[in-house]
């Protein structure tokens, strides 16, 4: 299994942004999507941000317009640009590595929006 670290999460105001980094511990390219989900106090988690091999993306409504999903083979990283937060963005965000044979997940990172 893959190894994925989160991190650059952290506490932020209202219309702020971050940047959020998962490193692998092997080359994703071997990965059909790598993604993006984040679960809220008492809610489900839910996906936020898809990046195909191909570099195609696609994104939750909620997001879309503010956030930007990349992905940089040679680091074996995948980001995620969050732009013009609001604090129903608050949430511990988690990375994903998804093929036919593996669906790995991160520790998460925080992210908090507040004035």
């Known amino acids: 299994q893959v190894q994925l670290v989160e991190s650059g999460g952290g506490l932020v105001q209202p219309g702020g942004s971050l940047r959020l980094s998962c490193a692998a511990s092997?080359?994703?390219?071997?990965?059909?999507?790598m993604g993006w989900y984040r679960q809220a106090p008492g809610k489900e988690r839910e996906f936020v941000a898809f990046?195909?091999?191909?570099?195609?993306?696609n994104y939750a409504d909620s997001v879309k317009g503010r956030f930007t999903i990349s992905r940089d083979n040679a680091k074996n990283t995948v980001y995620l640009q969050m732009n013009s937060l609001k604090p129903e963005d608050t949430a511990v965000y988690y990375c994903n590595a998804k093929n036919y044979l593996e669906n790995s997940w991160g520790q998460g990172t925080q992210v908090t929006v507040s004035s």
């Open positions: 990046i195909i091999s191909g570099g195609g993306t």
């Open positions: 092997r080359s994703i390219f071997s990965f059909n999507t």
